[in-house]
């Protein structure tokens, strides 16, 4: 497998207030890559910094520094006409709620018209039916049932794959797929999931699985990254990741998932531990809520090192530099 | 003992089309000491359920059966009467916990207009008692003097909690408490209830929710619905570990667990999608959806047949004409 996307040392620093306002850095120095036909999860909690990452990609925010290579080109050296034409051709996005992807003013058959009318304008309305009719029941609807229809009238779980099948009548090499299940009930959950898991047997298309959900990324991915408050603090092959958890939050993360095969010690009430100005540490990020801090923690940022084969950690009780 | 006794509840939505049947025909009871866990997928009826049993609203409409709590129908109480069982016997935490608190006041000042409406005159013995239980969800005492927005998402969770369970109500119903969380606040929720029960603050819990893997950690019985009805309900590890409706089966089947990856085993979901309340099916409302439905399944109700000790499941697969 080859290389396809390429992050390096992507910032991305959200500023507020006008004078002597606060940074949050949304994204700190964030280094990964992706290979052809790899489905990567990027996991974190709400705050981590693992949506923008996605949205960097799609270029729908401006970093404030780092490189995005697709390909090896510089996706952040694109011209609008250049995006429009090849990179959102070779890179679509399926986002957390389908109702809001969407126009309810319009049947949900438009959404694939416009991918048409930008991507393959000469195709007449019978090979437009024909490809929408194969998109469809490729993701396991019946045109019959949704076609003509508005977003209101149809599921939650039947727009999501709508959106799916649209994202990859492109064939895209690349899906960003941002809390695309999370909205969606569990017994059509998993169906969503295979379905990006099939698209990438048949056709190549690698997937960066977006979540917060760690037993999906479990499930989905090869590579897992795990993501805390802008950085990456672990990654690597999603079993080892998992089943040889290393960074301290990692582990408690991982301890905090309800399993169903996996048994639950109550263990009493912990005191929230204040984060204070995480953004402002110099060192690591984790540092004031981790059991097993050191001094060194706060002052010296760990860099990522590779502990075992694809396995990688930013951590001080593991060496490194 | 029953501390609430549902039986054969129905509460309908009122539309210009018609009722939707949201909960229908709906009976179980909640034991002094247990927490009661009540799961489904969206539109299953389990929130609508619990709110009907604190406040009744339109278009939300009473359609019959009862729901007994300590003796007193609570279908039947005036809106005083329910105003004053409300914190002090019955208390619920909502979605959206977090956000539940006003804003424009400190703690102590929400939870003395609490504590002075249900008749407590000792404001001192009430901040008292605020701090104390502050300090029981290892939260600074001054919390108290502090409003709701200075207070980090997490502490605010627990703030909440302090504040719907200060008046010690013996059932306490939490609707969803931790969907919208991170998995560690999650965490930390759940070990709250349960110090909340093990301390006799609260003496029973109903825990709705629509993850299976988490009811599995927390409550010791549990009840399944499916379109209004309930499918399945019984001890927490047989229901999980010994599914008898195909519903109940199929769900799990379709959850990821440790171990488990696409590579090597794919899960499948459930196909099709649930019916229209409007017009249910006379029968089994899990017939268009259930791979094993058989010729009587869409016209013959299945009533809840006994599948083990205290464990039921209503399907027409389990035999039993008549329980």
């Known amino acids: ?321 | 003992m029953a501390m609430l006794t549902v039986e054969d509840l129905k509460i309908y939505y009122a539309t210009p089309f018609g009722h939707v049947k949201a909960v229908d025909g709906v009976s179980f009871e909640v034991r002094e000491g247990e927490v009661f866990g009540i799961a489904g997928e969206s539109g299953c009826g389990k929130s609508t359920l619990v709110h009907s049993l604190i406040l009744r609203k339109p278009p939300m409409v009473h359609m019959g059966g009862k729901a007994l709590f300590k003796g007193r129908d609570l279908m039947r109480l005036s809106k005083e009467e329910s105003r004053k069982i409300r914190y002090t016997e019955l208390s619920i935490i909502p979605q959206y916990a977090m956000n539940a608190l006003n804003p424009t006041k400190k703690i102590k000042d929400i939870v003395w207009d609490l504590a002075r409406e249900h008749g407590h005159t000792d404001r001192e013995e009430v901040e008292r008692l605020l701090r104390e239980r502050l300090k029981m969800v290892k939260l600074s005492e001054k919390v108290a003097d502090m409003y709701p927005v200075e207070l980090s998402g997490g502490m605010r969770q627990r703030a909440t909690m302090v504040v719907s369970t200060l008046l010690n109500p013996d059932l306490l119903i939490a609707d969803e408490v931790t969907s919208a969380l991170d998995v560690t606040t999650q965490r930390v929720v759940i070990e709250l209830l349960h110090h909340f029960m093990r301390e006799g603050i609260v003496k029973s819990i109903i825990f709705v929710t629509h993850d299976l893997a988490l009811l599995d950690k927390i409550a010791d019985r549990m009840m399944i619905l499916y379109a209004g009805k309930v499918v399945e309900i019984g001890p927490t590890e047989e229901v999980i570990n010994e599914p008898s409706h195909p519903y109940t089966q199929l769900l799990l089947s379709s959850l990821p667990r440790m171990g488990i990856q696409y590579r090597k085993q794919k899960l499948r979901g459930i196909p099709g999608y649930p019916i229209s309340l409007l017009n249910p099916p006379k029968g089994c409302r899990f017939y268009t959806r259930c791979p094993y439905a058989l010729d009587k399944c869409p016209s013959e109700e299945p009533k809840l047949v006994k599948v083990g000790e205290e464990h039921y499941a209503a399907c027409h697969l389990l035999g039993g004409e008549d329980q």
């Open chain 1, 1 to 321: 497998m080859s290389e396809l996307l390429k992050v390096e040392h992507l910032t991305k620093v959200f500023t507020s207030g006008l004078i002597g306002g606060f940074e949050i850095r949304a994204v700190d120095d964030v280094s990964f890559t992706m290979r052809r036909g790899e489905i990567v999860s990027l996991v974190g909690e709400s705050g981590s910094g693992k949506t923008t990452i996605g949205k960097l990609i799609l270029r729908l925010i401006q970093p404030t520094s780092g490189r995005i290579l697709f390909e090896g080109k510089d996706v952040l050296k694109f011209s609008r006409g250049e995006l429009r034409r090849n990179y959102y051709r070779q890179v679509q996005a399926v986002f957390q709620d389908p109702f809001a992807s969407f126009n309810p003013l319009h049947v949900v058959d438009r959404s694939f018209h416009l991918v048409f009318d930008s991507y393959f304008p000469r195709l007449d309305e019978g090979e437009r039916e024909k490809l929408i009719n194969d998109a469809l029941t490729q993701v396991g609807l019946n045109p019959d049932e949704v076609l003509g229809k508005f977003p209101h009238q149809l599921s939650g779980g039947q727009l999501q794959r709508i959106l799916i099948a649209r994202a990859l009548l492109l064939k895209p090499k690349l899906l960003i797929a941002d809390e695309a299940v999370s909205m969606l009930d569990a017994s059509t959950r998993i169906d969503v999931l295979n379905l990006l898991g099939d698209f990438r047997d048949k056709y190549g298309t690698s997937v960066l699985f977006v979540t917060h959900d760690l037993a999906l990324g479990y499930y989905i991915s090869d590579t897992t990254i795990i993501m805390y408050r802008g950085t990456i603090v672990e990654m690597g092959d999603t079993e080892r990741v998992f089943h040889n958890p290393l960074h301290p939050y990692t582990q408690m993360l991982l301890e905090s998932v309800p399993d169903l095969n996996v048994k639950w010690e109550f263990r009493g009430i912990e005191p929230e531990k204040e984060e204070g100005a995480v953004y402002s540490i110099q060192g690591c990020r984790y540092a004031p809520r981790c059991p097993r801090v050191k001094e060194k923690c706060f002052n010296v940022r760990p860099v990522l090192h590779e502990v075992e084969r694809n396995h990688w950690v930013a951590c001080h009780l593991y060496g490194g530099e």
